[in-house]
Each structure stands twice: as C-alpha cells, then as structure tokens.
C-alpha cells in the first residue's frame, strides 16, 4: 500500500472542509488504537500532517485535539472490550494473526508495568493496540483502565498534533 496515496486526499480533504477536521482526526484516532485496525490505517503519519497543517492554516487546535482525545480513548476502551470478551481467539483473527509476536509483546508489556503500561503504551505504535486488549484480557479493573486511557488519550493527542501545529505556525510568523 503507498502511503502517500492513502494521506495526501485525507490531509487535502482535510484542508479544504475544515469543518469536518475533528471528526476526521477523531476517526484517524480510533483506527489507530483499535487492535485489529491499526496495523491497516497510517493514522500516525496522517495525525502529524494534520498537526502541521493545523498550524500553517490556522485550523482550530483544541477541537482537533478534542476529536484526537475522543478517538483514541474509544479505539482503547474498544480494544481493552475486546480482550476482556475475546480473550485468545482474537490472536486468531486477521490482521493480528498475520503479527504473531505483537499480543504476547503486548501482554507481556502489560503484565510488567500494570496501569502505567497502559499509559505508556499508548506511545509506542505496536503497543498502542494491543496493551489495552492485554488489559482487557487480564481483566484490569474497568475503572482505572478508563482513567489511565483517557488521561493518556490527552497526552498522545498533544504529541501527536502539537509539535507539527506549533512549529508550522513559528514558521509562518517567521515568513510574515
């Protein structure tokens, strides 16, 4: 799959109905942190663009980060549904299986740093999905996945939007 074919009409799109933006960035979000998704979508080149075109457009950065928060907290909350209802044969299905080694990294992850692997993981793009099917599977209790989830989902959504939107709009004051 050529990438560039994928992103270039998502970030036009973007660029030209910009009122469909937060919506568009909150569903790059969620296919990027459901499990069986995230390995098809190059969400996190897509999300990095947006950033940078955030800033050189002067797109609105909070509803597009309220949009990259509300996705990737669904796709995890999905995910960790996943491994608490599906537990191994979700291994079995397709994309995973084509990635043996990615849910036993992920479980293994998991099982290590507990709560704060939820958190972490969520930064590092194998981990991103298949920490939260791991926690679901362990049946980490539902509450505090969901507050380490959507405080994490806050963090990634800055780090993902922020720098491109920040040094896009330096460089236009600069040129201005």
Known sequence: MDVQAFTQPV?????????WAPLVV?????????????????????LMGIGALIGATGI?????W???VIGAGLGDTIS??????????ISRMWPLN?????????????ERWGVFGVFIGRFFGPLRATVPLAAGACAMPFIP???TNWLSASAWAGL????GAYSMEQVGRMLN
């Open 11 to 19: 970030i036009e799109f973007v660029r030209t109905h910009s009122e």
């Open 26 to 46: 909150g569903l790059l979000a969620l296919a990027e942190s459901i499990a069986l998704f995230s390995l098809l979508v190059p969400a996190t080149v897509l």
């Open 60 to 64: 609105e950065f909070w509803p597009m």
């Open 66 to 68: 309220a949009g990259a």
């Open 80 to 89: 960790y549904w996943l491994g608490r209802h599906f537990h191994d044969p």
């Open 98 to 110: 084509k990635h043996p080694d990615l849910l036993p990294r992920g479980h293994s992850f998991f």
């Open 145 to 147: 996945f969901q507050i």
């Open 160 to 163: 993902m939007l922020g720098p």
